[in-house]
């Protein structure tokens, strides 16, 4: 058995095409135990996102976070899921319908923006393969997390890398390594702070929620820290905001280690004693998923109202609005400027190409 796949069908005189790869983290299947505990697995097992050695951490994972956390995660995804499924599989798919729209919109007709989860499906591996079968020879990567880290972004690269590693052919690639002050990135944010406040009138403190890591990860030179304080200093510059007005913090931690700080909860129920209204925006997370709609919408809007605060109002993702969808777009033609610049050969040069390959033996 040979240890490449397969490689696609080629056509001699074929359009060369260009493929995008949007890359998300990844949910479970269905808000069940069993899903949860299948994703969990996989998403636990990267080394990237537990740094622990593997012979410490494979039968604390397997003999009780694989026994315990599935239910209890399950019962929160049960809160979130929607009849389409997964919010963050459903958004996911529609960014990366919207920006083949705005390639087309452009003219950009040589242009394939496939979709995949660096856990769960649709695997990376599998949509690499697809990309190929559409006759893309160079592939842009560009993984769904504005601001770098080790666990998300270098993640994303080694699952890329095993899947080159089964493929004869290879694709050029290149890969987008974050986006944390991206102008375009950056007017969406704002853009959508502005909405909610127009809409719902403004907090008395803008609450800026990013996805926390252990502290440990700053030590080792990771600039995740950095990435996300330079995104929140932007942001604030763009709606005007003092340095009394808003608060970066950083949510989700696992476990009992120290992780990045201030964080979310604690920071919102000790503003509570203070401030009655607050807004809440995770520029992290560019599609709604648990993080944002579970645990910031439902459970620090309770941690916050029960500690005295009246009112906290989430501010949603990104999505689907068009500035960001605009600035992936933008940011993509970046990345492939040559690309795309590349002279697309005429229909009589890809009929000479033909002949010429078939005069040699090709059989396509």
């Avoid at 496939?114 to 990567?141: F, T």
């Avoid at 509570?272 to 809440?280: L, R, Y």
């Amino acid at each position: 058995m040979s240890r490449f796949l397969p490689e696609p069908a080629h056509r001699h005189g074929s359009t060369e095409r260009f493929g995008i790869l949007l890359v998300n983290l990844g949910t479970p299947e269905a808000a069940t135990a069993p899903a949860v505990k299948k994703y969990l697995a996989e998403f636990l097992a990267d080394p990237r996102v537990v740094e622990i050695p593997s012979f410490a951490w494979k039968p604390v994972l397997h003999g009780i976070i694989l026994n315990t956390r599935p239910k209890k995660s399950a019962a929160k995804y049960a809160q979130v899921w929607t009849s389409e499924g997964s919010p963050l599989a459903v958004h996911t798919e529609r960014q990366a319908k919207l920006l083949q729209g705005y390639f087309g919109h452009a003219g950009e007709q040589r242009v394939c923006v496939m979709h995949a989860m660096r856990y769960g499906q649709p695997a990376i591996a599998d949509v690499i393969g697809k990309l190929k079968e559409e006759q893309c020879s160079r592939i842009l990567v560009l993984p769904m997390y504005p601001q770098y880290a080790a666990s998300t972004t270098a993640s994303v690269m080694d699952a890329v890398g095993a899947a080159l590693a089964r493929i004869r052919n290879l694709p050029e690639i290149r890969l987008v390594r974050s986006f944390h002050d991206d102008p375009g990135y950056i007017r969406a944010l704002a853009a959508s702070v502005q909405e909610h406040w127009a809409r719902n009138g403004r907090g008395e403190k803008l609450v800026m929620s990013f996805h926390g890591l252990p502290r440990f990860s700053l030590d080792r030179g990771d600039p995740y820290h950095c990435e996300c304080h330079k995104t929140a200093r932007l942001l604030a510059e763009a709606l005007g905001l003092k340095a009394d007005g808003h608060v970066v913090t950083f949510q989700s931690r696992f476990g009992r280690a120290e992780w990045l700080q201030p964080y979310t909860q604690a920071t919102l129920e000790k503003m509570a004693g203070k401030v009655k209204t607050v807004d809440v925006i995770c520029p992290g997370f560019v599609a709604d998923c648990l993080e944002t709609l579970e645990e910031i919408a439902m459970e620090c809007k309770a941690a916050f109202l029960n500690k005295g605060g009246r009112e906290l109002r989430y501010i949603p993702a990104l999505n689907e609005r068009h500035e960001f969808v605009a600035a992936l777009h933008a940011i993509a033609r970046r990345q492939m400027g040559d690309w795309l610049a590349r002279p697309q050969p005429s229909a009589e040069e890809l009929r000479n190409t033909e002949t010429r390959a078939k005069t040699l033996g090709a059989s396509r």
